[in-house]
């Protein structure tokens, strides 16, 4: 076992912890690369990338705000049912939706609506 260790490289000597001299090579190097001028307008950019991933991702992550969803198109809510069927003057209790939508369909049509 003794030997086992000391014929495998040991990886975690090189590639350890970033210190300030390694940052600062880092820095003159992109300095040389794109210039002095050019360097704000990188760290803008990548500052705007690096939120942009942060919202997407959260995005992805968190359930949606509204729990219920919106009426699709075309549909028609209970909701918007008993108002109608309340305009129209039409009783509403002990009926299923079918008989709820053919009565309103009626009335409407004896009022000149449809």
Do not use: C, N
């Not at 090579?25 to 760290?43: H, R, W």
């Not at 209970?78 to 709820?100: I, M, N, S």
């Amino acid at each position: 076992m003794l030997y086992s260790t000391l014929i495998e490289p040991r990886y975690e000597l090189l590639i350890g912890p970033i210190g300030t001299t390694e940052i600062l090579i880092i820095i003159l190097i992109a300095i040389i690369l794109f210039g002095p001028q050019k360097i704000p307008e990188l760290a803008k950019s990548l500052g705007e990338a690096v939120r942009i991933f942060r919202e997407e991702s959260r995005k992805l992550t968190e359930p949606p705000k509204s729990e219920s969803s919106p009426p699709q198109k075309g549909k028609v809510t209970e909701e918007q049912l008993a108002k109608l069927a309340d305009a129209l003057g039409v009783e509403k209790e002990g009926k299923t939706r079918e008989e709820l939508i053919e009565e309103i369909i009626e009335k409407a049509k004896e009022k000149g609506l449809l």
